[in-house]
């Protein structure tokens, strides 16, 4: 298998659920970041979790990151309709020129 | 707020030809990317361009493919002769190492 797999592979979801969303990856990273795309369009970078941190917040978005399990999980807490993306997590090794490993990504759709 | 920007956000090309993507990226960034989509595929890096020069490629990043920053603004990423596969969405990015800014990519189509 490959670096950064999320899952599941597709998660939907009630408005004003919650979302969690997991990705693991093998190799040791620098850090890990979660991007959204919404359908045909670009990658907005939501945030950016580095080794040494176990979790971080913002706004309605939590990540965690369990490095001796090789994973990270993002939450989004009270969904709305405005949310259904694909969310991808993204691993960042250090060792080279910032190229960044995605994962096959997570299609969240968020019912009205 | 300041962006990457790409141009076009859709190419047709026929099989064969020569497609040049163009990305603005942000002015103070040192280190420029891209990337490419297929189809309901992740995204996977193709090269990353420091210093103007290459600093790592892929191996889909094979001698059809070139990058320039032909006048310190615009970088370029130019396919010599398309062939149908490389249709997809393709990312500029630019940035630092540790975060990246993406464009809202263009589409290829190659027919």
């Known amino acids: 298998s490959q670096q950064g797999e999320e899952d599941p592979q597709a998660l939907s979801i009630q408005e004003g659920e919650n979302a969690t969303m997991n990705c693991s990856y093998k190799?040791?990273?620098?850090?890990l970041q979660w991007y959204r795309q919404n359908s045909g369009r670009g990658l907005v970078h939501l945030i950016l979790?580095?080794?040494?941190?176990r979790e971080k917040h913002s706004g309605r978005l939590r990540v965690t990151l369990d490095t001796s399990k090789k994973s990270s999980s993002l939450l989004i807490t009270a969904s709305r309709a405005a949310d259904t993306a694909s969310y991808f997590c993204a691993t960042f090794g250090g060792t080279s020129y910032g190229k960044l490993t995605f994962g096959q990504g997570t299609i969240l759709t968020v019912h009205p | 707020e300041p962006e990457v920007t790409q141009t076009p956000s859709h190419q047709v090309t026929q099989m064969g030809q020569e497609v040049i993507l163009r990305c603005v990226p942000i002015s103070n960034h040192l280190y420029f990317y891209w990337y490419r989509q297929i189809l309901g595929q992740k995204v996977e890096f193709l090269v990353s361009f420091y210093n103007n020069e290459i600093s790592e490629k892929s191996e889909i990043f094979d001698d059809q493919f070139s990058v320039e920053r032909p006048d310190g603004s615009n970088f370029t990423l130019k396919i010599r002769s398309t062939k149908l596969e490389d249709s997809a969405m393709y990312f500029c990015?630019?940035?630092?190492?540790?975060?990246?800014?993406f464009g809202p990519g263009t589409r290829l189509t190659v027919t």
């Open positions: 990015a630019s940035g630092a190492l540790h975060e990246q800014y």
């Open positions: 979790i580095r080794s040494n941190e």
């Open positions: 190799t040791s990273i620098n850090n």
